[in-house]
């Protein structure tokens, strides 16, 4: 069983910066891959940025540039840092975690209950 709990949320203009933090529990070979997502109204659930066993981020198009994913291993926490913020950024984010390779794929076990970003 994992628990993923996110903060850090909230609503900036655009061109700001915001950092989601994920803090996990559970079983850790089921978080053996840990990825973020976000789904706007009407719209997809859509990879933003994930990292798997090898340790290397991957980001979508979208947020290349912009996005950074981090973690804290002690602390069993997942970081996004959030710059240059667009309205089309604007969506709840969630957190995911498996022991499968799903990086960017929302086919995820294990999710968080989301945190909302709103760029204005």
């Known amino acids: 069983h994992v628990q993923l709990v996110e903060s850090g949320g909230g609503s900036v203009q655009a061109g700001g910066s915001l950092r989601l933090s994920c803090a996990a529990s559970g079983n850790t070979v089921s978080r053996r891959c840990m990825g973020w997502f976000r789904q706007a109204p009407g719209k997809e659930r859509e990879g933003v940025a994930a990292i798997g066993s090898d340790a290397r981020a991957r980001y979508a198009d979208s947020v290349k540039d912009r996005f950074t994913l981090s973690q804290d291993s002690a602390k069993n926490t997942l970081y996004l840092q959030m710059d240059n913020l667009r309205p089309t950024d604007t969506a709840m984010y969630y957190c995911?975690?498996?022991?499968?390779?799903?990086?960017?794929?929302?086919?995820?076990?294990?999710w968080g209950q989301g945190t909302q970003v709103t760029v204005s």
């Open positions: 995911s975690a498996d022991s499968r390779e799903w990086l960017l794929i929302p086919r995820y076990d294990w």
